[in-house]
């Protein structure tokens, strides 16, 4: 036996409910998503040396870049003190750019 009349409107009303309901979340999870991009992209652009970034290349003797001059005294000795032992060693300053190992 089929449905009829009113129990037939009250199933399709339940599946417009459904569906409307569905598409409400899927464009607000889809709004938040484009938003958590933004911000992300913002912060991340935002981020400069002077706010501590360092840029590639940059060693422990430069004393020019906030970052490094930003450090304390103690801390700026011991790692320079170190990096000229290395140095003396034959290492290099900075990381290797793929591994992240001396070079």
Do not use: N
């Not at 906030?66 to 170190?82: E, Q, S």
């Not at 290395?86 to 290797?96: K, L």
Request: aromatic share 2%; proline share 6%; charged share 25%.
């Amino acid at each position: 036996m089929t449905p009829s009349g009113p129990a037939r409107t009250a199933a399709r009303r339940t599946r417009s409910a459904l569906v409307a309901a569905l598409v409400v979340l899927g464009g607000t999870l889809a709004a938040g998503v484009v938003v958590h991009r933004a911000v992300t992209s913002l912060t991340v652009s935002a981020y400069d040396e002077a706010e501590g970034a360092v840029p590639e290349g940059v060693t422990v003797f430069d004393d020019g870049v906030p970052a490094v001059a930003g450090l304390d005294a103690d801390l700026l000795r011991a790692l320079r003190r170190a990096a000229a032992e290395a140095a003396g060693d034959g290492a290099d300053r900075r990381p290797s750019q793929d591994r992240g190992t001396p070079r």
